[in-house]
């Protein structure tokens, strides 16, 4: 996914801002909550924060897979789904 297609996901939502964080991160809030996160290097993907249920359903999407399923230094995991 190239950053403009990242761009337009996050903010097809209604509401929704944009603003660089940590540096080189692009994130999406609506009322201030954050809920899409994309790196602003090229190959960063898309990281949802959403809902078990949610997560459950983006998993089964092609090239999907949990946030914690890549990172082994938290065994607490991450509730973001990366795309």
Request: zero cysteines; glycine letters at 6%; charged letters at 40%.
């Given at each position: 996914m190239t950053l403009d297609?990242?761009?337009?996901t996050g903010l097809s939502f209604r509401g929704a801002t944009e603003q660089?964080?940590?540096?080189?991160?692009?994130?999406?809030k609506v009322a201030g909550k954050m809920f899409l996160v994309t790196s602003l290097e090229p190959g960063g993907g898309l990281s949802f924060k959403c809902e078990d249920e949610t997560t459950s359903n983006l998993t089964e999407l092609p090239g999907a897979r949990t946030a914690s399923e890549e990172d082994?230094?938290?065994p607490g995991g991450k509730c973001?789904?990366?795309i």
């Open positions: 297609q990242g761009r337009s660089i964080q940590w540096d080189d991160d692009l994130v999406f082994t230094e938290d973001e789904t990366e």
